[in-house]
């Protein structure tokens, strides 16, 4: 981790990016005119090499990203795939991933799960598969840097804090978030993390993953297949979320705010090197909301 | 609306209810055992006659209703379609509609997409179909009425004050929350509500839908459709969102906490007969979370 004691996002929002906001008139409580900020929504449909995907609702930044982490969380990309080429058209609001062979992704597309998590298109049974026999590494998490990355991360100026009803994924190392997506939903800002880790061939093993919305049975699933031993969140559980965890040795922490959380899995993997009595509550500006996921 | 002025809720979260909520033992920040209520998450597998359509992550609550609202919400079931039975089995995590004559549902089966709401199978293209040449009816609004439904629906006991982690969608008629939905998928509690009303047969002309959930350009979408000329919610807005809204002439509040709310269509349709200075805030005990939706 020497290289990275100086640097803490390797992406970070950029909020004040054109397209990604827009400025609303409208009336307030109290009859007078207001403006306000609200995210941008726009379609984006992925394919894989000459077949039509899904279309998904996004912000609109990394398309690519969006595109590559979608696929790769869905089973449709190996990570030994060679991807030759991945093709935005901004007009079309289409990005095309091509690959060196075709992939065995039709018989998927017959299975499809609704899950609580946004996530239209979801081979829920692929991935349970997928973690058959999965163990993952056995990662040691400081509470020092869980507190870390906490107060860092609700500092950081993001389209959350500026126009709000967005969500939020953090990829982690040690008290360092490396790279922060958001999206106006959850499982794009989860995807576009994976697909920079595919894409840059990093490893989860050693990261932690912080995000804004629920821990709910997909969002454990995608974090282990992704690799990563530890899954951290402001808000609540669900009771699946917690097993499937518990299965496959993750650590889970909810409810983190302030100097309060729980963990409902891998607790004996936590190491308590911080005394949370010292651990400042949230300033009410940057607390952020979000226990609904 | 005599007959309704003794009621209140004609369907009100059972938090109670045994098997939507488990306690699962955890460590909190000071290493003390802790019990955390986290609510159920399990499959539910719909079927419109023989063919099987979704996959949907639920409490488990009002199968039937889910499955009505998700089929009607999808364009797969029309208002005048006879239901012949609704068979939930509980074993097979299986709820099947049976309808008098097929559906052409099959090839919008072909077309899927992914939005910021959970909505797998969401064939967004009908969606938006259904809504060319959609008119809703002229509804005034009085504030105070937004602020009386948003006291009693904050007030009630529910799964989200008791586990967290979850959506509530409640169908009201002036001051009276009538059918108070919850799930872990916002867009299942949707649905729960749009089933109950195609299984009573019961308009959605005078009705205001609130939502804990943002409003995205599809929950206006499914608010339009289902005929409910006016939607509030506590959390943010999407452009797209606001965009559908004032073309469909929905009247649309958000950020509704407290005194506090934006109206960013719809806002001459709102009869300002509440005093915004003698609102109370929101008890921080009973104040929602979820601004992210």
Redesign the interface.
């Known amino acids: 981790m020497a290289q990275l004691t100086e640097i803490d996002y390797l992406i970070a929002p950029d909020p004040d990016r054109a397209g990604l906001?827009?400025a609303?008139t409208?009336?307030?409580?109290?009859?007078q005119i207001?403006e306000?900020a609200?995210?941008?929504?726009?379609?984006l449909t992925i394919f894989l090499n000459r077949r039509e995907i899904?279309?998904?609702?996004?912000i609109g930044d990394y398309p690519d990203l969006l595109a590559l982490g979608?696929l790769r969380n869905q089973g449709m990309l190996q990570d030994d795939e060679q991807v030759t080429g991945v093709d935005f058209d901004e007009e079309l609001e289409t990005v095309v991933v091509r690959t060196a062979t075709e992939t065995d992704y039709e018989d998927k597309l017959n299975r499809?799960?609704?899950?609580?998590?946004?996530?239209?298109?979801?081979v829920?049974g692929d991935m349970m598969e997928g973690l058959a026999g999965l163990t993952l590494p056995e990662l040691q998490v400081r509470?020092s840097d869980l507190y870390a990355l906490s107060a860092k991360i609700n500092r950081t100026p993001s389209l959350?804090l500026q126009?709000?009803?967005?969500?939020g994924t953090v990829l982690c190392q040690g008290d360092h978030p490396l790279v922060y997506m958001e999206?106006?939903?959850?499982h794009?800002a989860v995807d576009k993390v994976a697909g920079w880790m595919f894409k840059t061939g990093t490893s989860g093993a050693d990261k932690v993953l912080y995000t804004?919305?629920?821990?709910?049975?997909?969002m454990v699933i995608k974090c282990a297949l992704m690799g990563i031993p530890a899954l951290v969140s402001r808000?609540?559980?669900?009771?699946?979320?917690?097993e499937i965890a518990q299965q496959v040795g993750l650590t889970l922490v909810g409810?983190m705010k302030g100097?309060?959380?729980?963990?409902?899995?891998g607790?004996e993997r936590?190491i308590?090197d911080a005394n949370?009595a010292q651990v400042a509550d949230e300033p009410a500006k940057s607390a952020?909301?979000?226990?609904?996921?």
Chains 1, 2 share one sequence.
């Open positions: 906001t827009r609303v409208g009336v307030d409580h109290d009859g207001t306000t609200v995210v941008e929504e726009r379609p899904v279309t998904a609702m996004t979608f499809k799960t609704r899950t609580s998590g946004c996530a239209v298109g979801t829920f509470t959350y126009a709000g009803a967005i969500h999206d106006v939903g959850r794009n804004t919305g629920r821990l709910t049975s997909e808000s609540g559980f669900t009771a699946w979320g917690v409810r100097r309060r959380f729980v963990c409902l899995a607790a936590l308590r949370p952020r909301k979000g226990a609904r996921g």
